[in-house]
């Protein structure tokens, strides 16, 4: 009885082991993917293309995090079926994040249906409407464009500033 508890023991040790060893080894394979790629793209320049060049992304770096992410995501996985509870983290892992980003959403569009509602009413007067001159506390500047969430208003720095509707529509 004491033999078979041990042996018992033995093989968790073991599957514990094997476990963390693919988890170090998966990090380390994660961190040096990001470092190799990102020089690799930094050495032949990616981001000096025409198109990249115009928008703001880094693909140099972008795309080693990206690489080294995935890589790690995989680790975990392989490292949860090693001790064999991978589906039950999974499953929480993704609860958690449809969670997170149900949550970001509702945050990201509170303010939505108050600047559609101003930017209809705003599309409507005639107070708002491209060429006119405004005056937003010390901003001053002319507006360029009224669309339906925000208004384009150049001030007289030559700022282009986007303003939500709703901050125009209060008396």
Do not use: H
Not at 18 to 38: C, E, Y
Not at 98 to 103: E, F, G, P, V
Request: glycine share 8%.
């Amino acid at each position: 009885m004491v033999n078979t508890a041990l042996q018992t023991a033995q093989v968790y040790a073991n599957t514990v082991i094997v476990a963390i060893a693919t988890l170090l080894v998966g990090f380390v394979l994660g961190t040096l993917a990001k470092k190799f790629l990102s020089r690799f793209l930094r050495e032949i320049e990616i981001n000096k293309i025409k198109a990249i060049r115009k928008s703001s992304l880094d693909l140099e770096r972008g795309i080693g995090t990206t690489i080294s992410y995935i890589i790690y995501i995989v680790t975990i996985i392989l490292f949860l079926d090693q001790l064999g509870i991978r589906a039950l983290v999974i499953t929480l892992i993704i609860i958690g994040l449809i969670a997170l980003l149900s949550i970001t959403i509702i945050i990201g569009l509170r303010n939505v249906p108050a600047n559609l509602k101003c930017g209809l009413q705003l599309k409507r007067a005639d107070q708002f409407r491209p060429g006119k001159s405004v005056t937003l506390g010390e901003i001053k500047g002319i507006i360029e464009r009224v669309n339906w969430l925000e208004t384009k208003i150049r001030t007289e720095r030559g700022d282009l500033l986007y303003v939500p509707n709703s901050l125009l529509n209060k008396p």
